[in-house]
C-alpha cells in the first residue's frame, strides 16, 4: 500500500483572521472558504506557494477545544519554512505579529534556524538552508 501526504489541519478561534495572516505571511492561497459548514464552524482550505495544502477551521458544534501550545512538545510539534534570508523573514514575521521564540541559529553544516509563535500559538521553524 503507498502514501502520500494530503494536508495539516489548524484549528482556530477566527479561522478569518488567522487565515488572513499565512496569506500575507507566507503566500498562502484561499481556495475555499466554507462558512459555516453543516458540521458548524468556518472551515478555509489554503494551500502554499509549492502545494501543500493546509485547513484552517474553528470549533464544530459542541466540540471542546484545549489550549495550542507553541513551546517545544510531544506530539505534532512545529512545521518548517523555508526562506532565503531568515533575518530578515523573522523581523517580517515579527511585523506582522508573530515572537520569536527560539534563534537564530546556525548550524555546523551552515543550516540556521528560529522557531516562531504564529496565531493560535502555532510552533513554526523557519529556516535558511546553506548556500
Not at 512545521?79 to 537564530?104: N, Q, S, T, Y
Request: some cysteine; overall charge negative.
Amino acid at each position: 500500500m503507498s502514501y502520500s501526504f494530503n494536508h495539516v489541519h489548524l484549528k482556530s478561534s477566527d479561522p478569518g483572521k488567522t487565515a488572513d495572516w499565512y496569506v500575507e505571511a507566507f503566500g498562502f492561497e484561499i481556495v475555499n472558504d466554507e462558512n459555516p459548514r453543516p458540521q458548524g464552524d468556518r472551515f478555509i482550505r489554503c494551500r502554499t506557494k509549492d502545494g501543500v495544502a493546509i485547513n484552517i477551521s474553528g470549533a464544530r458544534t459542541g466540540e471542546l477545544m484545549g489550549e495550542g501550545d507553541a513551546t517545544a512538545h510531544w506530539g505534532l510539534e512545529h512545521f518548517g519554512i523555508e526562506v532565503d534570508d531568515i533575518e530578515a523573514e523573522l523581523k517580517r514575521l515579527e511585523e506582522l505579529g508573530a515572537e520569536v521564540l527560539e534563534g537564530p541559529t546556525r548550524t555546523a553544516t551552515g543550516l540556521s534556524i528560529a522557531f516562531i509563535q504564529a496565531p493560535d500559538d502555532v510552533r513554526i521553524e523557519v529556516m535558511q538552508l546553506p548556500h
